[in-house]
């Protein structure tokens, strides 16, 4: 029960943005959005979280429709080592484990 | 932020045989959690590991097959027992980290590297 639906896949051109889509149509009003990505062999890593407000930190911006019902990882000038499985994550305040779903396996071409 | 390790990093296995994995946090922690990925799939929640207590266990996991021990607040084991090639998937210990934004709590989850086990 993942709480969110995404791609399953999307190519992107090296240098370029990135733009991940996330539906979240249940998500209720004290949960947050995540982002994790998982590069190949290696475990998932945290990227980026939000609430209902926009977020930018040094990876990556979050942009979450007023509705909240969806939201959208940028990243804003992708390289190669970008190219992973990108997990949006619906959690709730105070809950601790991540439930995950399909992601999105975003590959960056040169 | 929280640094994990896992030992073994990978193992080829015996099937019926048992294997513990360890995971170890470089800050105290009060939630650890044990995570299953099978061959090309997303993770699975496999337990909830708390200090002191005895872990939950999620749908489909049961105790006799994966126990879990959290001795101290840095340190866990997950042993997957009685192994068949089923059980050939990456195991994944993380902790959870909270954080305060005005009036809501976040969690932030820090994964370990994982532990590529192969049954035959």
């Known amino acids: 029960d993942a709480k969110t639906t995404q791609p399953p896949s999307m190519d992107c051109a090296e240098g370029r943005a990135a733009n991940l889509p996330c539906n979240h149509s249940?998500?209720?009003?004290?949960?947050?959005v995540y982002w994790y990505r998982q590069i190949h062999s290696q475990g998932p890593q945290y990227i980026i979280h939000?609430?209902?407000n926009n977020e930018t930190n040094e990876m990556a911006s979050l942009i979450i429709t007023e509705d909240r019902k969806s939201s959208t990882l940028i990243l804003p000038h992708a390289t190669l080592r970008d190219t992973a499985v990108y997990y949006c994550i619906v959690g709730h305040q105070g809950n601790n484990d991540m439930r995950f779903g399909a992601g999105t396996r975003l590959t960056v071409k040169p | 932020s929280a640094v994990i390790s896992q030992k073994p990093s990978r193992d080829i296995c015996q099937r019926g045989t048992s294997l513990t994995i360890q995971c170890q946090v470089d800050s105290q922690v009060t939630m650890m959690f044990w995570y299953r990925q099978q061959p090309g799939q997303s993770l699975t929640l496999i337990a909830t590991a708390n200090q002191g207590s005895e872990a939950t266990y999620e749908s489909g996991f049961v105790i006799d097959k994966f126990p879990i021990s959290r001795p101290n607040l840095t340190f866990s084991t997950l042993t997957v027992s009685n192994m068949s090639p089923e059980d050939s998937s990456i195991y994944l210990c993380?902790?959870?980290?909270?954080?305060?934004?005005?009036?809501?709590?976040?969690?932030?989850?820090?994964f370990g590297p994982g532990t590529r086990l192969t049954v035959l």
């Open positions: 249940t998500i209720s009003g004290n949960e947050y």
């Open positions: 939000g609430l209902k």
């Open positions: 993380s902790v959870d980290l909270q954080g305060v934004s005005g009036i809501w709590t976040y969690n932030e989850q820090f």
